[in-house]
């Protein structure tokens, strides 16, 4: 028979290549048909995920960044300066976390999810209509971001004025200046054409853009233990290849940002130009407590225990 599978971005983006890649692996190791539903076919990312929960779809990719408002514990990806900037202590974490293989599979079963993989999608970048050096010049800028309380709150934190939209609004709401600036990976502020409606990217190494792609959970206990093993080897194929495939994507990105737009500034902050950022995070870290659910603080605690060893 046939699976559906929607996730949050268009084929060709990192999202859409995962599926694809699992879709393969699926198809040639089963009976079963994978069929993809990129960005926009079927709705918002809180609408593929309702999808999902309902038994519509059979797997849904969402991020952390609209999960959290259903699971507040997934906020956590939302502390700024948490996740490594080195590539292969990100990855290292990825694959080893015991929060991610433990701790939170039981929470997504609770709202009717089977908890597949998350994996990294690259470096958090502002791109704003105004120059970012400092939390100061955030102060009259109306900022994106998904709609995720903890993620408001960092903006807060970072001086800005938080604006949740669901993804589809973007790019006209910098068009028509109802907002300032947004954030994405370099990869997504290219495909997206983000740069035509901003003129300032910044890098200032807050974050690392976190998704999880799920199974609905009725459907997933009721495949045979064979089918799980294929639906699992397909996912750990799809991790690797993914990993792969995002080497240099983001200079690479970067790069035809710049022939796209050769006017833009793209600024690398400093350590000195990034520590008044860096100073929020024990604030963002104490709100995740409070608003991160029951299990806030084993979660906090046991990402930092696997950050610890996937940095050493
Ligand atoms: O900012 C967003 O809403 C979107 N960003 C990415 C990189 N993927 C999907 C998500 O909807």
Do not use: C
């Not at 198809?27 to 993809?36: C, I, P, Y």
């Not at 995720?148 to 960092?154: A, D, H, I, T």
């Amino acid at each position: 028979d046939t699976w559906r599978y929607a996730f949050e971005e268009a084929m060709e983006e990192v999202q859409g290549k995962f599926a694809q890649k699992f879709k393969e692996e699926v198809e040639a190791n089963s009976d079963h048909e994978v069929q993809l539903f990129p960005f926009g076919t079927l709705g918002e990312s809180a609408d593929i995920m309702e999808q999902a929960q309902s038994g519509i779809l059979q797997f849904v990719d969402q991020s952390p960044g609209f999960t959290g408002a259903l699971i507040p514990e997934a906020q956590v990806f939302f502390v700024p300066y948490l996740l490594p900037q080195d590539q292969e202590q990100l990855v290292s974490f990825f694959r080893n976390s015991k929060a991610i293989k433990e701790l939170f599979p039981p929470l997504y079963a609770e709202q009717g999810l089977e908890l597949l993989t998350m994996f990294p999608e690259g470096e958090v970048m502002m791109t704003t209509t105004t120059e970012v050096k400092s939390p100061e010049d955030l102060n009259e800028v109306k900022f994106r971001v998904m709609t995720n309380p903890l993620l408001v709150e960092g903006y807060k934190a970072f001086g800005a004025t938080p604006t949740p939209l669901p993804w589809g609004e973007v790019y006209g709401a910098l068009q028509t200046g109802i907002i300032q600036g947004q954030e994405n990976p370099a990869f997504f502020i290219e495909s997206t054409k983000m740069y035509e409606v901003t003129d300032y990217i910044t890098r200032a190494g807050h974050n690392n853009f976190t998704t999880a792609v799920m199974a609905n959970k009725d459907f997933f206990d009721g495949l045979s233990e064979d089918e799980q093993k294929v639906v699992q080897d397909a996912i750990a194929a799809s991790f690797d290849y993914i990993v792969e495939y995002q080497t240099g994507l983001t200079e690479k990105s970067l790069e035809k940002i710049k022939e796209a737009k050769p006017e833009i500034t793209i600024t690398e902050l400093s350590e000195e130009e990034r520590a008044p950022f860096k100073a929020t995070a024990d604030s963002v870290e104490q709100e995740f407590l409070e608003i991160g659910g029951p299990k806030a603080q084993e979660i906090l605690d046991q990402m930092k225990a696997d950050l610890e060893t996937a940095t050493q």
